[in-house]
Nanobody
Framework: VQLQASGGGLVQAGGYLRLSCAASRRISSYTVAWFRQAPGKEREFAAA???????FYADSVKGRFTISRSSTKNTVYLQMNSLKPEDTAVYYC?????????????????WGQGTLVTVSS
C-alpha cells in the first residue's frame, strides 16, 4: 500500500490543523499511525488507529489530537487542536497489518513521505 500525507503548514500556537493520510487501496485491515520527527530529535509515536477500531495516543498529544479514518475514502486523519510550538515536526503516516507494538516505528512497513507542521509562538 502507498501512503500520501498532506495538510501540514504554518499555524500559530493555540491553532489547529488536520492532516490526511490517503492510501492507495483499502486499509480496513491495517493499523495506521502518525509519527513525528522534530529537528534534531528521533522519530516518535503520536497516534494510531487500529484495524479493530481502537485509538491510541502519546501522552504528549492526548486530549488535543484525534485520529480517525474514513473507510470509504481509504484515508486516515489527524485532527490537531491547541497546537504548541513543541508540536513542530515532520509528521509521517505509517501502516502495518499485524497491529503489534503500535508505538514502535520499526513495526510499520509502509510509510508516507511526511508533511511539515510548524507552530509559531
Amino acid at each position: 500500500v502507498q501512503l500520501q500525507a498532506s495538510g501540514g503548514g504554518l499555524v500559530q500556537a493555540g491553532g489547529y490543523l488536520r492532516l490526511s493520510c490517503a492510501a492507495s487501496r483499502r486499509i480496513s485491515s491495517y493499523t495506521v499511525a502518525w509519527f513525528r520527527q522534530a529537528p534534531g530529535k528521533e522519530r516518535e509515536f503520536a497516534a494510531a488507529s487500529t484495524w479493530g477500531g481502537g485509538t491510541f495516543y502519546a501522552d504528549s498529544v492526548k486530549g488535543r489530537f484525534t485520529i480517525s479514518r474514513s473507510s470509504t475514502k481509504n484515508t486516515v486523519y489527524l485532527q490537531m487542536n491547541s497546537l504548541k510550538p513543541e508540536d513542530t515536526a515532520v509528521y509521517y503516516c505509517a501502516a502495518q497489518m499485524i497491529g503489534s507494538s503500535i508505538s514502535v516505528s520499526g513495526n510499520y512497513g509502509y510509510w508516507g513521505q511526511g508533511t511539515l507542521v510548524t507552530v509559531s509562538s
